[in-house]
């Protein structure tokens, strides 16, 4: 199993179905317990959430670990073991376990924040002394007309000072041309209290041109006398990129940059949910005597064939096809809206192609061949584990009559 990276700052939990499978220290202590080990003992994490959020976290989960959902941030409302409420901010995503799925929980409490905010609805002075000495970056604008900022938002956005910010007409000019639309629909839902708040990631391009990630919070305040936006950004840059290297990480092959099987396997569920696979062909290829390359000459000469080999793939299908790496020395290849004709095309093209590779083991060259099994789907529908397997049943019989070869579907014969 790879370690886990964990933030210091921030708590830490690997719960299947809600049961704890991995505890850190910090977020034992922001629940109030002494150890880890007293939360690795509860039955269930259902003990300190708030009854009213059991039904949403449960739904979360079940949604998240089918894949209905992409894993985000959530917010919920908790209780520790002695009592005090207090609101979190969560991260999730999916996790493999001791060889099954679970789900990693990075949490952030938040009640400074939402004191913060108590006390903003109870004395504007002390807010507006808070919010100065705040290390969040706080923006309160008009139809994106700055009306005030803190000194963190400045730093937080590289900008060289408070005055500086406050001469934009607009602050528009950090935000992304592509998102300027939805940014304004935001805005306008806001004040007119359609929405009452909210809690994203932005990508925001800050004074020195450089682009950065912002945990954005917003809602509308009173502002002499008038409505305004509050906004209050955490960078969570860093934080950011590492969840897209997890993601990442999580659903490709690491030796070839390839999909891994089960990306493969979720992105064609997916498709089957979205009626979109009826014209879907799969090509399942092995590359013949592997274990005799590896045998003779290492696994780093394998690895070479594999890495080599996976790269022919991708050029060869580009954009019109999902590459994967279906495990050990098989690959597989999903064509949509292709004709059979034109996937035997592309299988040919990889056959000749693999023969033209030259390889140098122990001072000998030496040519790498592949076996081919070609599926489609029925006309009107398509069952993915069946299309599968008879890619595999033809790719076994090219083996078997001699390799370096192609079966597919209809004619059950060889292509040469």
């Keep these: 199993m790879k370690p886990i990276h964990i933030d210091s700052t921030y708590g830490v939990v690997i719960h299947r179905d809600f049961t704890p499978l991995f505890v850190d220290e910090k977020y034992a202590q922001l629940f109030g317990f002494e150890s880890a080990q007293e939360v690795m003992a509860l039955s269930s994490l259902f003990d300190i959430i708030d009854p009213k959020y059991h039904q949403i976290a449960q739904q979360a989960y079940i949604d998240v670990m089918q894949g209905k959902e992409l894993p985000k941030v959530r917010s919920y409302v908790n209780q520790d073991i002695h009592g005090r409420i207090f609101s979190v901010l969560t991260v999730d995503h999916v996790i493999e376990w001791e060889g099954n799925l679970a789900l990693q929980i990075t949490v952030i409490d938040m009640s400074m924040i939402?004191?913060?905010?108590?006390?903003?609805?109870?004395?504007?002075?002390?807010?507006?002394?808070?919010?100065?000495?705040?290390?969040?970056?706080?923006?309160v604008h008009r139809d994106f007309k700055p009306l005030m900022v803190n000194p963190a938002f400045v730093d937080l956005i590289k900008a060289k000072s408070v005055a500086e910010v406050m001469a934009l007409n607009s602050f528009m000019c950090i935000i992304p041309e592509y998102n300027h639309e939805n940014a304004r629909n935001i805005y306008q839902k806001l004040i007119s209290k359609e929405i009452r708040s909210t809690n994203e990631i932005v990508e925001n391009i800050c004074f020195d041109g450089q682009t950065r990630y912002f945990q954005l919070f917003e809602s509308v305040i009173d502002w002499g006398g008038l409505p305004a936006i509050q906004t209050s950004i955490i960078d969570v840059t860093e934080k950011y990129h590492l969840e897209r290297q997890i993601e990442y990480q999580a659903s490709h092959d690491d030796l070839t940059g390839l999909f891994n099987r089960r990306a493969i396997t979720e992105k064609l569920n997916q498709k089957i949910i979205n009626n979109d696979t009826c014209s879907e062909i799969c090509l399942l290829i092995d590359i013949d005597d592997f274990k005799w390359i590896n045998d003779q000459f290492g696994h780093a000469s394998g690895d070479e064939v594999i890495v080599r080999f996976a790269n022919l793939c991708k050029k060869t299908v580009g954009?019109?096809?999902i590459v994967g790496r279906w495990g050990g020395e098989e690959f597989i290849i999903f064509l949509s809206n292709h004709s059979l004709q034109q996937a035997k095309t592309i299988a040919a093209t990889i056959l000749k192609k693999c023969e033209l590779e030259i390889y140098q083991f122990s001072g000998h060259n030496y040519i790498v061949t592949v076996s081919i099994g070609i599926s489609q789907c029925e006309a009107t529908s398509c069952n993915i584990e069946s299309l599968i397997q008879t890619a595999d049943k033809n790719m076994y019989q090219a083996k078997q009559q001699g390799k370096n070869q192609i079966v597919s579907p209809k004619t059950k014969g060889l292509i040469n």
Excluded: P, R, V
Aim: charged residues 25%.
């Design 114 to 139: 939402d004191q913060a905010n108590q006390q903003i609805l109870e004395q504007e002075q002390k807010y507006k002394d808070l919010i100065w000495n705040s290390l969040q970056g706080i923006l």
């Design 319 to 321: 954009e019109s096809g």
